[in-house]
């Protein structure tokens, strides 16, 4: 069974663009997950989606969103794009993500630079 | 605001030698998620434990859960190379499905 995908897996932009990220989770797994990873912050929780809806959301300005598809795929999008923004973006899913126990299943990743 | 917290931060051992990595919460936690990440790659599950007292194992790597589900420990045996990385615990949020890491371990084993 193929893992969980990330593409691009490397990306440079510059302030004030935006940029879409693309996931594609494990076959069968409906929850996605994504993470922004910064070496001041740590791992740092941004949204949940389940069956298209998202269930949750971190502590992340607007500029900051997702969706998911009616595949499971999803993709988070940021605009107007900060020095800030520069991470380790990553996106897990799972099978059945309930509130008391799941595994998560992480991708490779999408390194973010904004200059 | 619910926390992990784990020590040390860093740790260099010589090959061959044990450790150990903790993982503490303030609150009840009601599951905890052993992860190994590659700098700048993604996440690896390792573990999961979910009872008081639990013990799960895998290969030279045992983690524990203790009895008040409040702190966790990973420990590895006899510490090769490939087991150096970034380890991170993590837990969900009780009521929500929202998901915290700690802070990360980054490990580095001397051949």
């Known amino acids: 069974k193929a893992g969980v995908t990330q593409t691009p897996r490397y990306l440079i932009k510059t302030r004030g663009q935006q940029v879409t990220l693309s996931c594609s989770p494990i076959?069968?797994?409906?929850?996605v997950s994504w993470y922004q990873q910064t070496p001041g912050q740590g791992l740092q929780f941004l949204f949940e989606y389940f069956s298209e809806t998202q269930r949750n959301k971190g502590n992340f300005p607007g500029r900051f969103s997702g969706r998911q598809f009616s595949n499971s795929r999803s993709e988070m999008n940021v605009s107007t794009l900060e020095l800030g923004d520069s991470a380790l973006y990553l996106c897990?899913?799972?099978?059945?993500?309930?509130?008391?126990?799941?595994?998560?299943?992480f991708g490779p990743g999408t390194r973010l630079t904004v200059t | 605001s619910q926390e992990l917290e784990q020590s040390p931060q860093s740790l260099i051992v010589q090959e061959g030698k044990n450790l150990t990595i903790n993982c503490t919460s303030s609150?009840?936690?009601?599951?905890l998620y052993w992860y190994k990440q590659k700098y700048g790659e993604g996440l690896i599950f390792l573990m999961m434990l979910q009872k008081g007292g639990e013990e799960k194992s895998h290969e030279k790597i045992t983690a524990k859960l203790d009895e008040k589900k409040q702190q966790s420990s990973l420990h590895i045996t006899a510490s090769q190379p490939s087991h150096a990385g970034i380890y991170l615990c993590?837990?969900?949020?009780?009521?929500?499905?929202?998901?915290?890491f700690g802070t990360g371990t980054r490990l580095k084993v001397l051949a």
């Open positions: 993590g837990a969900g949020i009780t009521g929500t499905y929202k998901y915290i």
């Open positions: 076959s069968g797994h409906r929850s």
């Open positions: 609150k009840t936690l009601y599951g």
């Open positions: 897990a899913s799972s099978f059945l993500y309930d509130r008391s126990s799941y595994e998560q299943y």
